[in-house]
């Protein structure tokens, strides 16, 4: 440890903040806390550690090394509540998954005047092609976000009555949705006139310390709950980084730190600056980022050190949207260069601001045959062919799941439309598998058969995969479409065993883990590569929605975009087509990625092996302006930039030595004749 990481893990029992910035030991630094407060005599399984994904929670657990019996209770914020509700104040309930809530929101704006949702707060018009599902998508945001600052909202609100109603529906089910788990927990802390708050409030005063990852990415009702659940032991420590807070559309809220020290005025704050990730070129670079921000907390007592000797230059490449390929076919030449040198594909990232931004860049590399893994988008337990399979697996747990058998009695087709589900609900309001065994509909014994084979299934504890094995042959024609994440969905359930179904149910159901392949380039949203690094960096910028933003929105973009640059060990490249409010004034862009060439010095520090970089040569940037202009890729249009780019199959990449041959079926005194002249035109 260094001096830094010392102090503060060192630091007396109470409120204590530990700000943290990027590459310097954060996770490091709250373990050896952890261990500090045993040491100090406080009972390990008396402590609470709440992070913000299961990654982040897995590998707390590893690195503390203790013994299970004497693990804290250390998981994600979701997890610890629905643990101490179910366990301590034997709350029953059910969790509603994205497609319980939206089902819920779908039948409540049916009919509905929901212009209020489109209206600015000037009482301008917001214009663009309106859906349902878009409907269901903001309201299910406004409903989120009052949840998440831990309030309802006016009854003078438009978003009142749907609000209320949202409410009643799941409480009538029995459900909660992922605020309600967090509110709940939060009120029965507060309030222990029930049965279950006695129970609660009993085991909070229990609790003799409280641990708080990523404290950046915390809303104010994740505020309360750390406080009320610390209230009894006083002792508190937080761990993040203002300067990474980038999910402010979560209700994410860095001033939280401050709120905190306002609560709490005795707490101590401990900085950590030595940075072990980065070169100083790229921190120098970072920080001219940072330093625009209009918020920044701590500003004074914030400079990074790299503790690396080497350094580097970063770069900035403008570059004009119909320039855009041509620059991606600059940076797949570039990352093949690299290889060539020693790099390895898994030691390069792309990282984006939106999931669409890759389109064409994937296209590029898939012609180029450069391997590369996407993440950042749809989760696997989110696209709509897995929701399937994982109703089949819920109306098995529980025959009285309403929601997830209306979903599946007809999937596939069985006979059984509307009419008859409302024969077979009778005078009740749900549908439960009971009800069902009367029915002579031959449709609905198919169905029952099924899920009796299946239950079967479970009660033998055999293997989990065996069951999503034959769920997926029943339902196979309706996930054709997205066959291989059905397979590797399956093939992530092999070796389970089948009475653990439930507690597989709850962790799909909060989902939040992360997985990068060594071997392949990665693209990613700046999002989702938060927490990680890669030797080499390019960030690619779409700025045209820029102009529409407040102070606070430019200041959330400018942190973005500090996280993306802070991700970079040796090589950072940055490319956008119009200014970032948060781009350094005192670096010259330069106008194309092939005037970028990475400090292989560097790049042999931080890795620890000899690399000699292949210069572009003139051969090799004609390919690239050769297969841009021989078989030219389009802009991708924003809506359908998500879209699969797995047809553009047909390219191969040419040898930088060699001439391009024809096609079959053009003429060979057309083909190469026309696309050099082509070039050398351009070149002009």
């Not at 062919?385 to 109306?395: A, G, N, T």
Request: one cysteine or more; hydrophobic letters at 35%.
């Amino acid at each position: 440890m260094n001096a830094e990481q010392k102090l503060a893990v060192s630091a007396p029992k109470g409120y204590v903040q530990i700000i943290a910035g990027p590459g310097t030991g954060k996770t490091f630094t709250l373990i050896h806390r952890l261990k500090y407060l045993i040491d100090s005599g406080l009972d390990p399984k008396s402590l609470v550690v709440m992070t913000f994904t299961n990654q982040a929670a897995n590998e707390m657990t590893q690195r503390l090394s203790i013994d299970k019996s004497q693990m804290p209770f250390l998981s994600t914020f979701h997890k610890v509540a629905i643990r101490i509700l179910k366990q301590i104040g034997r709350v029953n309930f059910r969790i509603a998954v994205e497609s319980d809530q939206r089902s819920i929101l779908s039948d409540i704006v049916q009919g509905a005047d929901l212009d209020f949702l489109y209206t600015k707060s000037s009482g301008e018009k917001i214009s663009f092609q309106r859906t349902q599902s878009k409907d269901i998508d903001i309201l299910q945001r406004c409903i989120s976000k009052l949840k998440g600052q831990g309030i309802g909202p006016n009854d003078s609100d438009r978003l009142f009555p749907f609000y209320c109603r949202y409410n009643a529906e799941l409480e009538r089910r029995g459900m909660y949705d992922f605020d309600d788990i967090l509110i709940k927990l939060r009120d029965y802390l507060w309030d222990p006139s029930t049965e279950e708050g006695k129970r609660i409030q009993q085991f909070a005063k229990t609790i003799q310390g409280v641990l708080v990852d990523e404290f950046q990415d915390t809303n104010a009702l994740q505020l309360d709950l750390a406080e009320a659940l610390a209230e009894e032991s006083g002792c508190l420590t937080v761990v993040g980084d203002p300067d990474q807070s980038i999910y402010g559309f979560r209700t994410a809220n860095p001033k939280n730190f401050s709120t905190l020290t306002e609560h709490h005025p005795e707490t101590h704050i401990y900085f950590l600056s030595r940075n072990y990730r980065s070169t100083n070129g790229i921190l120098s670079f970072a920080e001219s980022t940072i330093n625009k921000s209009h918020t920044r907390l701590f500003s004074q007592s914030r400079e990074l050190k790299a503790v690396a000797k080497c350094s580097s230059t970063p770069y900035m490449v403008q570059s004009a949207e119909f320039q855009l390929t041509a620059q991606f076919h600059a940076l797949a030449n570039q990352i093949e260069r690299l290889v060539n040198s020693g790099i390895e594909y898994g030691e390069v990232a792309v990282l984006a601001r939106q999931r669409r931004h890759f389109a064409v860049l994937e296209a590029i590399l898939l012609r180029q045959k450069i391997p590369y893994k996407v993440f950042g988008g749809k989760s696997l337990s989110k696209r709509k062919s897995i929701q399937l399979i994982l109703d089949y697996l819920r109306v098995v747990v529980s025959g009285e799941d309403d929601m997830a058998l209306s979903r599946t009695i007809n999937v596939p087709a069985r006979g059984i439309g509307p009419k008859t589900l409302e024969v077979l609900k009778g005078n009740h309001r749900n549908l439960y598998l009971a009800m069902l065994e009367k029915s002579p509909h031959k449709g609905v014994h198919e169905y029952l058969n099924l899920i009796c084979n299946l239950r079967e299934m479970r009660e033998q504890n055999g293997d989990l995969y065996d069951i999503v094995s034959l769920v997926m042959e029943v339902v196979q024609a309706e996930v054709r479409d997205d066959e291989n994440y059905v397979s590797a969905f399956i093939e992530s359930c092999r070796g389970i065993p089948a009475n653990e179904l439930e507690e597989c149910m709850e962790n799909w159901a909060l989902d939040t883990s992360q997985s990068t392949d060594r071997g392949s380039v990665t693209l990613s949203t700046i999002h989702s590569a938060k927490g990680l690094e890669w030797p080499v960096v390019y960030v690619t910028l779409n700025n045209d929605f820029f102009n529409f933003m407040d102070n606070n929105q430019h200041d959330e973009e400018t942190r973005l975009l500090y996280v993306a640059m802070t991700r970079a060990c040796a090589h950072l490249v940055v490319l956008y087509n119009t200014p970032h409010p948060g781009l350094p004034d005192n670096f010259k862009a330069v106008k194309s990625i092939d005037q970028c060439a990475p400090d292989m010095k560097a790049l042999s520090s931080i890795l620890k092996r000899k690399i000699v970089f292949k210069r572009p040569t003139v051969d090799d940037q004609m390919v690239g302006f050769i297969s841009a202009i021989d078989l030219p890729i389009p802009e991708t249009k924003p809506e359908t930039a998500a879209k699969s780019t797995q047809s553009q199959l047909p390219f191969r990449k040419l040898p930088a030595t060699k001439k391009p041959r024809h096609e079959p079926g053009r003429p060979a005194n057309q083909s190469n004749q026309s696309t050099l002249s082509s070039f050398f035109k351009i070149s002009k």
